[in-house]
C-alpha cells in the first residue's frame, strides 16, 4: 500500500487549503482512512478519519473547520481545512486502515504517507 499526501503550503489565518490523498494497492472505500498531524516539537495526534460508510470522526479541535471526504472513483481521500489557525500549522499524514470504522488510534493504521506540511501565519 502506497499512500501519496499532497496540497500543504503556506497560508494566512482564517485560510483554508485541501490536501489530498490518493492510494495504490488498496481501495479507500472499503476501509478506513484518517489524517494525522505533528506539530514541531509535539506529538503525532489525530485529526480526522472516514470509515467505509462514510462515517466520519473528528479531533474536538477541527470540528466545524475542516471536513474529510472520499472520493471513491480516484481513490482519493481529501481534508479540506477553512478557517484555519496558526494551530493548525504542522505536518498532515494521511493513513489507511485495515479497520472498516473511523479510527483516531495510530496503531490501527498499517499504511501512512509520507506528510504534508501545512503553515499557518498569524
Known amino acids: 500500500v502506497q499512500l501519496q499526501a499532497s496540497g500543504g503550503g503556506l497560508v494566512q489565518a482564517g485560510g483554508l487549503l485541501r490536501l489530498s490523498c490518493a492510494a495504490s494497492?488498496?481501495?479507500?472505500?472499503?476501509?478506513?482512512t484518517g489524517w494525522f498531524r505533528q506539530a514541531p516539537g509535539k506529538e503525532r495526534e489525530f485529526v480526522a478519519a472516514i470509515g467505509w460508510s462514510g462515517s466520519t470522526l473528528y479531533t474536538d479541535s477541527v470540528k466545524g473547520r475542516f471536513t474529510i471526504s472520499r472520493d471513491n472513483a480516484e481513490n482519493t481521500v481529501y481534508l479540506q481545512m477553512n478557517s484555519l489557525k496558526p494551530e493548525d500549522t504542522a505536518v498532515y499524514f494521511c493513513?489507511?486502515?485495515?479497520?472498516?470504522?473511523?479510527?483516531?488510534?495510530?496503531?490501527?493504521?498499517?499504511?501512512w504517507g509520507q506528510g504534508t506540511l501545512v503553515t499557518v501565519s498569524s
Open positions: 493513513a489507511s486502515s485495515t479497520y472498516y470504522n473511523p479510527t483516531s488510534r495510530g496503531d490501527e493504521y498499517d499504511a
Open positions: 494497492g488498496r481501495t479507500f472505500s472499503r476501509y478506513a
